[in-house]
């Protein structure tokens, strides 16, 4: 069924461009039989959707079946110590990144403790990526070498008129639609990281799941990065929030230009910015920087000194949590990946608010992990190696606002 939805979604990219052309040559039969194709393509999508979304709930929330995680586990050890290499499908991946927060692992002792005392490695304090990974839509693009996701920029307006004045006239042609497409390209992620050889004193299955988290930790670390940045080139493979584009080059993201940093207004600022001119605010959440999280709070009115927001954490998510802006209650995360409006300099893109469902991360086949022994043997360390290949665009127009400074700074 993900391969129909994704062949169906294929076939009405070029359905739209067809009808696009059609209209422009002022053809409008044809434009309009091309138009009731792509609605009845509509129609069937969102079946396949709701079946593919269900499936994926079932999938993702499925309590694990501890007898057989232990026994993967195992099996998956053996693979790692012997120098192999452990393979993820894109679906197990995208449970593993969606469930990172609040998966059972296999070293918490649910299922076998460690051989000896102390042989447990410590991870560092704060070690937690930004759940902007969890937030996101991920889909499965195993066997693509590209996706193309069609998005309206502008709809058909309508027209008015006195009925005697345009009795038996031609009416005023309405403004075209316009659409876009968010192209989706495969990007190569790779996971390097170092552990200590005194992890083999684990028992079979807490090696294995040490080096498994690590690497998904590596890998959502990375992917908050891109998710936000894009990779940097200067013609993406994968965009960011802050870069997005479609294949005629035009932003999908909306800019808002700050003019006075970090102020008691600039949420209010952010929240109005975003949605369209009838609606505001509908599922968006802040993504801000820790300094600038940190300047909010010490804003305090100028009459009775009281801080004008105040914050309450996520329990059990210390890296998200709601801003209480008077009687509104705006969700936030925090990603060090992004860059601080507070003393930020000239034309700096810094703070996004938006949905962040409006981002679309394309996962290209497998996860890998592998274990080398000899990179790093004189310092008695395991190298941990991970490749995969991900993708990633904004997929609604001005589906994120992102705050920028002025020019002048």
């Known amino acids: 069924m993900r391969r129909k939805l994704i062949d169906l979604k294929t076939q009405r990219t070029a359905l739209l461009e067809g009808a696009e052309v059609l209209l422009k040559e002022g053809k409008q039969e044809e434009y309009r039989a091309e138009m009731k194709k792509i609605r009845n393509m509509n129609a069937e999508i969102e079946d396949v959707e709701a079946l593919v979304q269900e499936q994926d709930r079932q999938f993702m929330e499925k309590a694990p079946d501890f007898a057989e995680e232990k026994d993967k586990a195992l099996e998956r050890a053996d693979v790692l110590q012997k120098g192999g290499e452990v393979k993820f499908s894109a679906r197990e991946t995208i449970r593993d990144v969606y469930q990172a927060s609040k998966q059972i692992t296999l070293a918490t002792g649910t299922l076998v403790q460690p051989t000896g005392a102390g042989s447990a490695i410590r991870d560092p304090l704060g070690n937690v990526v930004s ?52 192209k989706i390209s495969p990007y190569e992620l790779t996971v390097t990281s170092y552990v200590d050889k005194n992890i083999s ?52 993201f909306a800019a808002l230009e700050i003019t006075g940093g970090v102020t008691e207004d600039l949420l209010t600022e952010l929240f109005f910015a975003y949605g369209g001119d009838e609606t505001i605010g509908a599922n968006a959440r802040l993504y801000l920087n820790k300094a600038d999280l940190r300047a909010l709070g010490k804003i305090r009115g100028a009459q009775d000194k009281k801080k004008v927001f105040s914050f309450q954490p996520e329990s059990g998510n210390p890296n998200r949590g709601m801003i209480v802006d008077g009687g509104t209650m705006i969700p936030y995360a925090v990603n060090s990946f992004l860059t601080a409006l507070d003393g930020a300099g000239a034309s700096a893109q810094t703070m996004v608010y938006g949905d962040p469902m409006n981002y679309e991360v394309g996962l290209f086949g497998e996860f890998t992990i592998r274990v080398d022994e000899s990179v790093k043997a004189v310092e008695r360390m395991y190298t941990i190696l991970g490749d995969a290949m991900v993708g990633g665009n904004l997929v609604v127009d001005k589906g994120f606002v992102v705050a920028t400074t002025p020019a002048g700074g």
């Open 201 to 252: 004193r684990l028992s079979p299955a807490n090696y294995y799941e040490k080096i498994r988290s690590m690497a998904m930790r590596a890998m959502r670390r990375m992917l908050s990065d891109l998710i936000v940045n894009g990779d940097g080139q200067g013609s993406p493979d994968m965009f960011g929030i802050k870069n997005a584009k479609n294949m005629a080059s035009e932003n999908i």
């Open 131 to 182: 759940s902007i990974v969890d937030e996101v839509y991920i889909q499965d693009l195993t066997g693509m070498t590209a996706f193309l996701e069609p998005y309206v920029i502008s709809e058909v307006d309508a027209k008015g008129g006195k009925v005697a004045t345009t009795a038996g006239t031609a009416r005023t042609v309405s403004a075209d639609p316009k659409f876009g497409v968010a």
